[in-house]
């Protein structure tokens, strides 16, 4: 719960504290800073002290990361420099000679081993802390929920009361039997247990420890042989008991609570009962118990009949678990966070409260994300969570939530679309929650991981409103994806031939609707600097289907402009310009070039200079034709309006330059110089920086001073560079030294 407590007090709208960013660089490039023993395991490379907190915090972190092994958990092995104290290895990889080896010469306070790897049992890690006497003798508290025990057969030579300091242990969904529990009860200074979900049969051992046992939780006990009368017989001689859970999610008809209830002066100390999940409760019962008891701060009531009266709302000083209210409700969720069962009842109730939340609760997100942390391969669990985490980020909610919950939930959602692919409505919630522009715009996420899964959703579905939503998340991500990721989604065959699919059943249909926007800007981003993605296109009838597109609709300037956008990067494409030398094409490009949309001018434009930049011996037409059309464009392009705003994003300059260089047909250098003279006046910072990274500057000074360069090209060409001036001097940002432009597509 040390970790679930630190993730909920965590303020993310504040930048993440320093030591955590360095703590999380450290984990994540450890062999950076070490070098191998030879039996595989890692050493730092020079003898650093860390503090004796920050040991134990890179550790912890080292675990909840999944990055703790039998290699990386090596560096703990020296005791000097790295003293740990209160060792969390939750869920972590490592072997019994690798947590002997690192972490038993130390002189630890706690161990909370919970969930690790089953190749570490419990009878492994009494053995190693059996090495070191101090351990024997300081060590207070042991996690090792969910550990495996030694087979019955085997004998077991460590045993729990060797720990004689341990005022705190957990076995909670341990194969724990009642022999252990004899032992476990002979511990001298025992104040807290946890035997949920164990094999145990007969709490009678409990007895021994009824002078100083202070919280004892019995979550689900399932295989308990004692009648209620017998149970209740030994729990009420507990004289100094302040906490006691009974709760059980598995809906068991005993009616053990009810008569603890209803038993006068039972456990005069309690402060804190759960009896969540059990039949009988009613709310007189709970309030005259509590009556009878003025210190008791916590009720747990989900689950059951209890909890709907004034007295039992939470909102005092008596905390309460129940579905009354949303204060019971976020109290289950922050309490429960490791019980599957109460977490899923908890998110049952929540989601009916989230429909008509008007009001970011960043609060109520983080208690959520806390419940698909924690049970990721649960689908209930996941099916609610994803459902109330639409409704807490829906539309302008997600505006009010921190970027670094928002990217934390949706690598979730992510996650939980990868376990569960085939689930519909589970894909159909996280789709909805990710398609939300705040998300899929400002917040960090594995952006190449979702798109490839929203893919693989719409490939295997047809509903129309989903494949709207699924199209427009991929058009989004595809173009914040690098050039790389974008070729390695678009080389994938079967995604271009679905969003083909999709165009062609729009055209046949002659509907222009959202999902046919975003399916072509989709496509477009996708073949993007992709000659991979561009053959897709090409060799699945793409520019057949595009050409039908634009006969289609003739005066849909939105569609046109996404459809010759594609066909641009088709034409950046040297080796596919055979592919679009056809009469009839360039043809309806001519035409296209003439609108009055600028633009819808400006790429057909771009298509026609790329086709004719590769000098007349590649080109396969009449020369005539190819003539009329360089003059065309140089004619259309001068009488262009400047537009009022960034009408393209580029992700580099790459495919202008080689067009910069054909100095015997102006009209193809104009193109180039006019779409980065464009783009630069409109948005300088991001414009100015790329192009003199991309060795612009000096392209663009051989261009203003070559002898054959048009009089129109030399004019943008200088405007182009006063804009770099304008921007070096405003940034600072040095000219490279060398061009690291790319040679022209073939």
Same mark, same amino acid.
């Given at each position: ?125 009494? &053995? ?108 009420? &001689? ?92 976020? @109290? ?5 966070? @490791?019980? #599957? ?13 989230? $429909? ?21 391969? !649960? ?35 992510? #996650? ?67 050039? @790389? ?6 080389? %994938?065959?079967?995604?271009?031939? &679905? ?5 062609? &059943? ?22 993007? @600097?992709?000659? !991979? ?17 634009? #006969? ?19 034409? #950046? ?36 200079? $790329? ?52 100095? $015997? ?28 990274? %991309? ?8 261009? $203003? ?42």
């Amino acid at each position: 719960m040390a970790m679930a407590r630190s993730f909920l007090t965590a303020d993310d709208s504040s930048p993440a504290a320093l030591t955590d960013l360095c703590l999380t660089y450290v984990s994540q490039n450890l062999e950076c800073f070490c070098v191998k023993r030879p039996d595989g395991s890692l050493r730092f490379r020079e003898a650093v002290l860390f503090p004796q907190e920050l040991a134990d915090q890179l550790l912890a972190k080292m675990a909840s990361e999944g990055l703790l092994n039998d290699s990386s958990v090596g560096v703990f092995r020296n005791c000097e420099y790295l003293r740990l104290r209160r060792a969390c290895i939750r869920t972590a990889r490592i072997s019994a000679e690798a947590f002997q080896k690192a972490l038993c010469p130390h002189r630890l306070l706690e161990l909370d081993a919970a969930r690790v790897n089953a190749d570490l049992t419990i009878p492994d890690i009494l &053995q190693g802390l059996a090495t070191n006497k101090y351990c024997q003798e300081t060590l207070q508290r042991l996690v090792l929920t969910g550990l495996t025990m030694s087979s019955l057969e085997e004998p077991i030579q460590y045993r729990f009361s060797s720990l004689q300091a341990l005022r705190s242990l957990s076995l909670a969904n341990v194969d724990f039997y009642d022999s252990g529990l004899v032992d476990v009860c002979s511990l001298p200074r025992l104040e807290s247990l946890d035997l949920s979900n164990t094999s145990v049969t007969n709490l009678s051992p409990l007895l021994g420890l009824k002078e100083r046992l202070r919280s004892l939780t019995l979550h689900q006990l399932k295989r308990l042989e004692m009648s209620t009368a017998q149970l209740l017989g030994v729990i009420g &001689q507990l004289e100094v008991l302040q906490h006691l859970d009974i709760s059980d999610d598995k809906q068991f008809t005993s009616d053990v609570a009810r008569q603890l209830l209803g038993q006068p002066g039972i456990l005069p100390a309690l402060v804190s009962l759960d009896v969540s999940g059990r039949k009988q409760v009613t709310d007189a019962a709970v309030k005259a118990f509590v009556e009878e008891r003025p210190g008791m701060t916590f009720m747990g009531l989900l689950a059951t009949d209890a909890g709907f009266s004034d007295f039992l709302s939470g909102e005092g000083n008596l905390k309460v678990t129940g579905e009354a209210n949303e204060t019971q409700i976020c @109290e289950a969720l922050r309490r429960y966070s @490791e019980r #599957e069962g109460f977490v899923r009842e908890a998110l049952f109730h929540l989601f009916s409260l989230t $429909h008509v939340m008007e009001k970011p609760r960043p609060d109520i997100l983080k208690l959520v994300v806390l419940g698909m942390k924690n049970h990721p391969a !649960t689908l209930n669990v996941q099916l609610a969570a994803s459902a109330c985490v639409f409704n807490l980020t829906k539309q302008d909610l997600a505006a009010g939530m921190p970027v670094r919950l928002l990217s934390t939930v949706t690598q979730l959602l992510l #996650e939980a679309m990868r376990t569960f692919p085939n689930h519909q409505q589970l894909q159909k919630n996280c789709l909805l929650s990710l398609c939300s522009d705040r998300i899929l715009q400002e917040v960090p996420f594995n952006r190449f991981e979702a798109a490839k899964l929203v893919m693989q959703w719409l490939c295997n579905h047809e509903d129309q409103n989903m494949q709207r939503m699924a199209v427009a998340i991929i058009s989004i991500l595809a173009a914040k994806l690098s050039t @790389e990721q974008t070729a390695q989604l678009g080389a %994938e065959l079967f995604i271009v031939k &679905q969003l083909l699919h999709i165009v062609r &059943q729009k055209a046949s249909q002659g509907i222009v609707d959202a999902t046919l926007k975003f399916t072509l800007s989709a496509l477009w981003n996708l073949t993007d @600097e992709s000659p !991979t993605t561009c053959r897709h296109f090409i060799e699945n009838q793409g520019l057949d289907l595009f050409i039908k597109v634009l #006969e289609s609709f003739p005066s849909e300037s939105s569609i046109q402009q996404k459809v010759l956008g594609l066909l641009n990067n088709i034409a #950046e494409v040297g080796e596919l310009h055979g592919e679009l030398m056809v009469q009839g094409f360039l043809e309806h490009i001519r035409t296209l070039l003439h609108s009055q949309e600028v633009e819808v001018s400006y790429f057909a434009a771009g298509i026609l200079a $790329h086709l004719t930049s590769r000098g007349e011996e590649a080109w396969v037409l009449s020369s005539n034709l190819r003539t009329s059309l360089l003059e065309q464009l140089h004619d259309v392009i001068m009488k262009w309006p400047p537009p009022d705003c960034e009408m393209v994003a580029y992700r580099s300059f790459n495919p202008f330059f080689p067009l910069l260089e054909c100095f $015997h047909t102006p009209g193809v250098q104009l193109w180039a110089a006019w779409a980065m003279q464009h783009v630069c006046s409109k948005n300088a910072a991001r414009y100015c920086s790329m192009l003199l990274e %991309e060795g612009g500057l000096h392209q663009l000074e051989l261009v $203003h001073t070559h002898p054959q360069t048009h009089t129109d090209v030399k004019l943008l060409a200088k405007s182009i560079l006063e804009s770099l001036q304008n921007h070096r001097a405003r940034t600072g940002q040095p000219a490279p030294t060398h061009t690291s432009r790319r040679t022209p597509p073939q």
